[in-house]
C-alpha cells in the first residue's frame, strides 16, 4: 500500500530541538525515519511525502531513508504550509493509490496499528482512523492539544480538538480512499482547512470509522514533553 505522510509544518514548539521537525533525532533516526520504518513494517511499499517547511531538507532525507529501505518516495511541495493540514493532504491528491494509508510526520506508532486498519470495512467508507479509547489519566496524552473523537458502533459522530463529549483520541493514523479529497474540497468551500474537517464531512454521511487501536503505542511528537516521551520510549532504538 502507499502511504501518505504529512511533513509540511514547521513544529515552531520544538525548535529549539532543532530546524525541522521530521529531522530531530530520536534515538539515533529522525522522527520521519521512524516513522518510514515502522510504516513499512506494516506492509507500506511506497511513500508519498507532503513537505513544506525546509523542504529540500525534508525531501533529501526522505529519499536517502527509502533507498535504505529499498522503496520508493515521492515528495511533494505544498507551497501553503502554513495553512491547515488539510491544504497538505489535498497537495497530494492524484499521487497516491487508494487505499492508502495517511499519517503524519511526528506520531510515532506500532505498525500493529496499520494491520488493524488494513481490515476495515472501507468499502462502506471513505476513511477509516485508529482511535485510543484509553481518555482517562492516559500519560501519553497532552489533553490540551490532542484531537478528540466521539464514535459510537465503530463511527465517527464528531471530531475536533475543543470537543467536551468524546470517548477516544485521534492517533493520527487513517486508512483512507479517495472519497477523502472531495471531503477536504467541500470542507474548505467552508472556511475550515484542516484533516480533520474533512474527517467531519464524511462522518455527516456515515463514511468515516473508527477502529480501535487496541491499546498499541502510538506518540504525538509536537512539544518538548513529547520529545521528552519518545527519547524515553525509543531508547537504544535504530542509529
Same mark, same amino acid.
Given at each position: 500500500m502507499d502511504a501518505l505522510i504529512i511533513a509540511?509544518?514547521?513544529?515552531?514548539?520544538?525548535?529549539e530541538a532543532g530546524d525541522s521537525k521530521p529531522l530531530i533525532k530520536v534515538g539515533g533516526c529522525s522522527l520521519i525515519g521512524h516513522v518510514m520504518r515502522a510504516a513499512t513494517r506494516g506492509g507500506v511499499t511506497r511513500f508519498v511525502v507532503v513537505c513544506g517547511w525546509m523542504g529540500e531538507r525534508v525531501t533529501e532525507a526522505v529519499r536517502?531513508? @527509502?533507498t535504505d529501505l529499498g522503496l520508493v518516495a515521492?515528495?511533494?511541495t505544498n507551497p501553503d504550509w502554513r495553512r491547515g493540514n488539510g491544504i497538505s493532504v489535498l497537495a497530494a491528491k492524484g499521487r497516491v493509490t487508494s487505499p492508502f494509508f495517511l499519517m503524519m510526520s511526528d506520531h510515532l506508532f506500532d505498525p500493529g496499528i496499520l494491520s488493524l486498519l488494513k481490515k476495515s470495512p472501507l468499502h462502506t467508507a471513505g476513511v477509516a482512523l485508529a482511535v485510543d479509547r484509553r481518555i482517562e489519566n492516559n500519560p501519553l496524552v497532552?489533553?490540551?492539544?490532542? &484531537?478528540?473523537?466521539?464514535?459510537t458502533d465503530g463511527r465517527i459522530r464528531a471530531i475536533g480538538k475543543?470537543? &467536551?463529549c468524546f470517548n477516544a483520541f485521534d &492517533?493520527?493514523?487513517?486508512?483512507? &480512499?479517495?472519497?477523502?479529497?472531495? @471531503?477536504?474540497?467541500? %470542507?474548505?468551500?467552508?472556511?475550515?482547512?484542516?484533516? %480533520?474537517?474533512g474527517?467531519?464531512?464524511?462522518?455527516?454521511t456515515g463514511k468515516a470509522l473508527a477502529v480501535d487501536a487496541k491499546q498499541l503505542f502510538w506518540l504525538d511528537v509536537d512539544d518538548a514533553r513529547g520529545l521528552g516521551l519518545a527519547r524515553e520510549h525509543m531508547r537504544g532504538g535504530p542509529e
Open positions: 509540511a509544518g514547521r513544529g515552531s514548539r520544538l525548535a536517502n531513508i @527509502a515521492e515528495c511533494v497532552d489533553l490540551e492539544d490532542v &484531537t478528540r473523537v466521539l464514535e475543543g470537543l &467536551t &492517533t493520527g493514523l487513517f486508512c483512507c &480512499t479517495g472519497d477523502l479529497f472531495p @471531503a477536504l474540497e467541500s %470542507s474548505l468551500q467552508k472556511g475550515d482547512e484542516s484533516l %480533520s474537517g474527517v467531519r464531512e464524511l462522518a455527516g
